[in-house]
């Protein structure tokens, strides 16, 4: 096994600007940001004749800034891999904006335009996330509405594509629904068991490009779950189906 001798370098800023820290009463807004940076050396290890790595100096680095007025939040992310630490995916190469957003709040509606992480219940058949101590980040790019139109009742629709490294690929689409019985119901509020059912569907359309094999384009998938709470005991369970694709993923 090649071992190295690694330097890690880690600095972390964060940038706040605001008139009030106690509330978003300043007319202009607030911006809000921070700035990371990782970045490792590597010396020959010639103890074990590891061979000298073709790059001394490696890095990975994050900046994020949002703007923050009222209902209104916007915010964009620049990433740069000059080049991917050790350990890192290699797909990630170069730099530019990853990550860049504008979300609206009116009532019991939320519209965000952009990219956003999201997750249909226990993630079975939609999650996007980022962890970027794995170097992993599968952010949609499109439309997100989340509705509330009464109470108990949460409702989530979204369209768009999923983050490939610097790129993109193919369309999903998925609708969310939730019902929180002891919400819908006011007998129940006062109830000491808690009871939530939900539902989603997904579906996402990828162009196929296999010549060997005639794939499915469009591929759908569902599930249904539930939530029983009592006390400190809590019951979930969650069902998941994947309709018409064949392959792994």
């Known amino acids: ?38 970045a490792q050396y ?14 001394k100096m490696l890095s990975n680095a994050y900046s994020n800034v949002i703007y923050t007025r009222g209902a209104f939040t ?15 995916d290699p797909g990630y190469k170069g730099a530019g904006i990853a990550y860049r957003f504008a979300s609206y709040t009116v009532e019991n509606l939320e ?14 058949v939609l999650r996007a996330y980022e962890e970027k101590g794995l170097g ?9 509405l989340k509705m509330n139109p009464y109470r108990g009742v949460y409702l989530k629709a979204l369209v768009g594509q999923q983050r490939i490294y610097f ?9 969310d629904g939730e019902i929180n019985f002891n919400e819908f119901f ?17 579906s996402k359309f990828q162009t196929d490009d296999d010549p060997a094999l005639v794939l499915p ?17 809590s019951l979930y369970g969650e069902y998941a189906y994947k309709i018409n694709d064949p392959s792994y993923d």
């Open 1 to 38: 096994m090649v071992r190295r001798k690694i330097a890690l370098i880690t600095a972390s800023f964060l940038l706040y600007h605001s008139s009030s820290a106690q509330n978003n009463t300043n007319p202009l807004g607030e911006i809000h940001g921070n700035f990371e940076i990782n």
């Open 42 to 55: 590597y010396n020959e290890d010639t103890l074990i004749g590891a061979p000298p790595v073709p790059e």
């Open 74 to 88: 916007a915010g964009i992310r620049y990433e740069s891999y000059l080049n991917v630490m050790q350990g890192f």
């Open 111 to 124: 519209i965000t335009v952009g990219n956003y992480y999201e997750q249909f219940g226990s993630g079975l």
């Open 136 to 144: 992993f980040d599968n952010c949609f790019d499109g439309v997100r």
């Open 167 to 175: 790129s993109k690929a193919g369309l999903v689409r998925g609708f």
């Open 186 to 202: 006011t007998g129940l509020s006062e109830a000491k068991t808690g009871f939530i059912l939900g539902g989603s569907f997904v």
């Open 217 to 233: 384009q469009n591929v759908g998938a569902w599930a249904a779950r539930f939530n029983i709470t009592r006390g400190n005991f």
